[in-house]
């Protein structure tokens, strides 16, 4: 029971990480490129911590998974995302992700945190041309860790969930 509910944490917190790509006012809006979603089976334990987590912009929550749209062109070897994920705790207490990069040659995937710095949050590791397995990496544990405050969780390196997206990966990143 301890791992799956610290998987479900992770996982929520995970997920947060993919989020948006930011544009000021005068910007023409973003071209959709596809897709990428968020999943967990954990992901319905969150409630039972406390922590909410809801999509923002143009991403949306469907279930427990979370979509966030690609915009922009693979071919300079990042998927980026628009749309966001805030984690609200019962306290009050927040924790937001946006402007999700995810580097397709070395499989890591950086978010500004709480609009302030990029952070490099997750490692990936190859499942499919369309789908990474995410773990935490020590500096996005470190920042997820104390908002959780349950039992160290996440870990560094822990895990928390799948990412598939449906853009179209060029064939030197596959």
């Known amino acids: 029971m301890f791992k799956l509910l610290r998987g479900v944490v ?6 947060a990480a993919v989020t948006a790509v930011s544009s000021g006012p005068a910007a023409a809006a973003p071209v959709k490129k596809g897709e990428t979603t968020i999943s967990s089976p954990l992901l319905e334990l969150g409630p ?8 923002t912009g143009p991403a949306r929550r469907v279930g427990n998974d979370f979509v ?8 300079n070897g ?5 749309g966001g994920i805030l984690l609200t705790k019962s306290n009050g207490q927040t924790l ?7 580097d397709l040659e070395t499989l890591q995937a950086s978010a500004v945190v709480n609009g302030g710095e990029r952070v490099v949050i997750y490692q990936g590791e ?12 020590p500096q996005g544990a470190a920042i ?5 405050n ?13 990412a598939t997206t449906t853009a179209e990966i060029p064939e030197e990143y596959r």
């Not at 937001?96 to 995810?102: D, K, N, P, V």
Request: aromatic share 14%.
């Open 78 to 82: 990042k998927l980026m995302h628009v």
């Open 144 to 148: 997820v860790r104390p908002f959780i």
């Open 96 to 102: 937001s992700f946006e402007s999700t990069h995810l």
């Open 48 to 55: 039972l911590l406390g922590i909410e987590g809801q999509a």
């Open 10 to 15: 992770v996982v929520a917190l995970a997920a």
């Open 126 to 137: 190859k499942v499919n041309d369309q789908t990474m397995f995410l773990r935490f990496t």
């Open 68 to 75: 966030m749209p690609v915009v922009g062109n693979a071919e």
């Open 150 to 162: 349950f039992f160290g969780i996440p870990e560094d390196w822990g895990p928390f969930g799948w």
